[in-house]
């Protein structure tokens, strides 16, 4: 995925020194000298986004939320694809009171990266203040049956389910194969002595009755866990549920179904693509079960999937012959018709009959006429950030790699033009032959 810092000509090393301190000095609490630092770093283009969230950063510790809210909305219309950016927006509107657009900034987030710790925790703490845990059950729930959950995520997560079961205790069963079940139970009120029960079942017969006594993280935090082990493992496909023996009330995730573990294949179907910076769009896709057959790939542009092509993976490749590709005549290539005024587009690159995608798409495909200007533009804008905070960048985040690598190999060939061209210098002893 492309990022501000890998599509933007990288930045000098006095800048990346001056943005180390920047945050050292943040560290250290010396807020005003970390924002005298970070301030002239937003001029710096490959660093804009860094310095932003600095910048941000500081706001927060201040309690400034009107400016962490702006910062933040910016670095996220710098970034939109990044689950960083987006989940620092998506916090700083849970902290100015907009629930709403943070649940909505959070989700985006999580599409992108379901890891993203700020983008959750901004969906939690929102759907819990606008009094609809709902919206972040699936979160919650996800939070709660992870191998380690975050010790800073999962008390939020357990008072989001906790709210969703009306305050009292609360369980999350979790996946299992047959040979262990395992759950989690939170106690939103003091529970009393001793440990709290569930009753298991698997396939609608009664199991077991366990106790929650395992603590997850300091047991204040009320969140306890149970594992139990049948005596026979049981088979894929078993429904397997659990209850609070008190209350009668279901684990959230239950009931769950017995699976197996999946054997690590990269499938029947081999193929990748990647996009060139000339605009064309090459990869292979190959079948090991008719070594001999030609492969039909479907290119599907987001902005208009009508106008799909397909085309046959029939090209020859040495390298595809040497990997075992059968005879090597695998491979693809298509110049992908350029759109007036549009400076790249998304394509989704598909194997046409089974519609999965193949490895590396989507791609980006970049229009060579329209380079140089969208650059052009999108530099202006960089250095004019300052005095239109709110003007949204014209050019997509993810096009600049593209467009940027178009505009070297231009500057390339023309820079080998000029040499090719240039009259031989001329040596003392041709002078006087």
Not at 177 to 193: P, V, Y
Not at 218 to 233: D, K, Q, S, V
Not at 344 to 353: E, F, M, T, Y
Not at 371 to 387: C, I, K, P, V
Request: net charge neutral.
């Amino acid at each position: 995925m492309p990022t501000p810092d890998a599509a933007l000509l990288p930045p000098g090393t006095a800048a990346v020194q001056a943005l180390d301190a920047a945050r050292a000095l943040a560290t250290a609490g010396k807020t005003r000298e970390a924002r005298k630092r970070a301030l002239p770093l937003l001029g710096e283009p490959a660093l804009h986004v860094p310095a932003l969230m600095l910048l941000h950063d500081l706001a927060r510790r201040e309690g400034d939320a009107a400016e962490a809210l702006r910062l933040a909305a910016r670095a996220a219309r710098l970034a939109p694809e990044s689950p960083r950016a987006l989940g620092l927006c998506a916090m700083a509107q849970t902290d100015a009171g907009r629930h709403e657009a943070a649940l909505a900034t959070a989700r985006n987030a999580l599409a992108r990266d379901p890891e993203e710790k700020l983008a959750t925790a901004a969906q939690l703490l929102a759907a819990c203040r606008l009094g609809r845990p709902q919206a972040a059950r699936d979160t919650a729930v996800a939070v709660l049956a992870a191998a380690q959950p975050g010790t800073e995520l999962a008390p939020l997560a357990a008072q989001t389910l906790a709210a969703l079961a009306g305050g009292g205790p609360c369980g999350v069963l979790l996946p299992t194969d047959g040979r262990e079940i395992g759950g989690r139970i939170f106690l939103a009120r003091d529970a009393g002595e001793g440990a709290v029960q569930a009753d298991l079942t698997a396939g609608g017969k009664r199991l077991a009755r366990v106790a929650a006594a395992i603590p997850v993280g300091p047991p204040e935090a009320g969140l306890f866990a149970f594992r139990y082990a049948p005596p026979e493992p049981l088979a894929a496909g078993t429904e397997v549920a659990a209850t609070l023996t008190a209350t009668g009330a279901p684990f959230f995730a239950s009931p769950q179904m017995v699976t197996t573990p999946r054997m690590a294949s990269p499938g029947p179907v081999r193929g990748a693509v990647r996009a060139l910076p000339d605009g064309r769009i090459v990869g292979h896709l190959f079948d090991p079960a008719r070594p001999l057959a030609r492969q039909r790939v479907a290119l599907v542009p987001e902005d208009d999937p009508a106008k799909a092509v397909t085309v046959t993976a029939a090209d020859f490749d040495a390298t595809l012959l040497a990997r075992g590709y059968g005879d090597g005549s695998c491979a693809f290539s298509l110049p992908w018709p350029a759109t007036p005024g549009t400076s790249c587009r998304r394509v989704h690159v598909l194997d046409a009959a089974t519609r999965l995608p193949l490895a590396g798409s989507p791609v980006l495909a970049a229009n060579p006429r329209e380079a140089a200007m969208a650059l052009s533009r999108f530099s202006a804008w960089l250095h004019q950030a300052g005095n239109t905070p709110d003007a949204p960048p014209p050019l997509p985040e993810d096009c600049r790699g593209p467009l940027l690598d178009l505009a070297r190999a231009a500057l390339a060939a023309l820079a080998g033009g000029h040499a090719a061209a240039a009259p031989e210098p001329e040596t003392p002893g041709d002078a006087h032959a």
